[in-house]
């Protein structure tokens, strides 16, 4: 036994570095890269706010009728804010849902102005709304001209039904509107 054990560790460590090896290395500074091209917009689930959903009492404008972000949550987006700054990327605007977890998160990143768009408030209780919502976030960023750059702070059900990806807390998802289409194109996805 004693033998076979280093190995199992020696193949298993070979295995590793091979699954590694097939891996992007710069895949991180590539995406940081596309963020700063011409017509890129980000979508950015809020950070950190345990649980799922909101209270049966939720009221919008009532931040103790809501899941809110933690200590780890707000932490989380100060941190991304200091990154995206520190990348350089210049951001024009930020959306926000009107969910106190989302406008918590847009403020902290503290990347520049911040405005609540009912687009991008969850759609997590009610689904009927979700296409009136989606087609106008897509309006929004089609009348963007390429130069500008909007960050967008919303939801997991929002990013999923623009892009199909189901992101993690404080996931963003660097996105293009396909000129012919005007559909979402993912670029680039930057985890917390």
């Given at each position: 036994m004693?033998?076979?054990?280093?190995?199992?560790?020696?193949?298993?460590?070979?295995?590793?570095?091979?699954?590694?090896?097939?891996?992007?290395?710069?895949?991180?500074e590539d995406a940081?890269?596309i963020?700063?091209?011409?017509?890129?917009?980000a979508?950015?689930r809020?950070a950190i706010a345990?649980?799922t959903?909101?209270?049966?009492?939720?009221?919008?404008?009532?931040?103790?009728t809501?899941?809110?972000?933690n200590?780890?949550?707000?932490?989380?987006?100060?941190?991304?804010?200091?990154?995206?700054?520190?990348?350089?990327i210049?951001?024009s605007s930020v959306?926000?849902?009107?969910?106190?977890?989302?406008?918590?998160?847009?403020?902290l990143?503290?990347?520049g102005?911040?405005?609540?768009?009912?687009?991008?408030?969850?759609?997590?209780?009610?689904?009927?709304t979700?296409p009136?919502?989606?087609?106008?976030i897509k309006?929004?960023?089609?009348g963007?001209?390429?130069?500008?750059?909007?960050?967008?702070?919303?939801?997991?059900?929002?990013?999923?039904?623009?892009t199909g990806?189901?992101?993690?807390?404080?996931?963003i998802?660097l996105?293009?509107?396909?000129?012919e289409?005007a559909d979402?194109?993912?670029?680039?996805?930057?985890?917390?």
């Amino acid at each position: 036994m004693s033998i076979l054990l280093p190995n199992i560790l020696r193949i298993a460590g070979f295995l590793a570095l091979l699954i590694l090896s097939t891996l992007p290395v710069s895949a991180a500074e590539d995406a940081w890269q596309i963020w700063k091209s011409d017509g890129v917009h980000a979508l950015m689930r809020h950070a950190i706010a345990p649980g799922t959903g909101d209270p049966a009492n939720f009221t919008l404008g009532d931040c103790t009728t809501q899941r809110n972000l933690n200590e780890t949550g707000r932490e989380q987006a100060r941190n991304t804010g200091n990154v995206i700054r520190s990348k350089g990327i210049q951001i024009s605007s930020v959306m926000t849902s009107q969910w106190c977890r989302c406008v918590d998160t847009a403020r902290l990143l503290d990347v520049g102005p911040v405005a609540e768009e009912p687009a991008l408030n969850s759609f997590f209780r009610d689904r009927s709304t979700e296409p009136t919502q989606t087609r106008k976030i897509k309006q929004q960023l089609a009348g963007l001209a390429d130069s500008e750059k909007r960050l967008l702070v919303t939801h997991q059900v929002n990013i999923t039904a623009l892009t199909g990806i189901f992101p993690r807390s404080g996931e963003i998802i660097l996105i293009r509107l396909a000129d012919e289409t005007a559909d979402i194109e993912v670029l680039a996805r930057l985890m917390p």
